[in-house]
Nanobody, 122 residues
Framework: QVQLAESGGGSVQAGGSMRLACTIS????????VGWFRQAPGKEREGVAV???????KYADSVKGRFTISKDNAKTTVYLQMSNLKPEDTSMYYC????????????????WGQGTQVTVSS
């Protein structure tokens, strides 16, 4: 089993920056893919950024050039650095992990955190 816990959410004005962190515990050695997803009220959960064990990243078109996913050397914390935030980035952000090797932006991941709210005001 893998446990995930997000932190770092909050409120920011448009154009600002914020960094989310996801602490991974448990069977870390089984994780091949980690990612950040978001879900706004009344909308489907969407992939924001994913990262595999080879360092390959994928980003949603809406966040390319503004968001960066990374993880520490111990692979126990995954970060999402968000810059030039827009009101449309307002959402609940979830960290996810999976032992599968196909790291895509679809929300089929096995393990999920509880989420952290990000609110961007105009």
């Amino acid at each position: 089993q893998v446990q995930l816990a997000e932190s770092g959410g909050g409120s920011v004005q448009a154009g600002g920056s914020m960094r989310l962190a996801c602490t991974i515990s448990g069977a870390i050695f089984t994780v091949d893919c980690v990612g950040w997803f978001r879900q706004a009220p009344g909308k489907e959960r969407e992939g924001v950024a994913v990262l595999d064990n080879y360092g390959i990243t994928k980003y949603a078109d809406s966040v390319k050039g503004r968001f960066t996913i990374s993880k520490d050397n111990a692979k126990t914390t995954v970060y999402l650095q968000m810059s030039n935030l827009k009101p449309e980035d307002t959402s609940m952000y979830y960290c996810a992990a999976d032992p599968g090797g196909n790291c895509v932006l679809s929300p089929w991941y096995t393990y999920w955190g509880q989420g952290t709210q990000v609110t961007v005001s105009s």
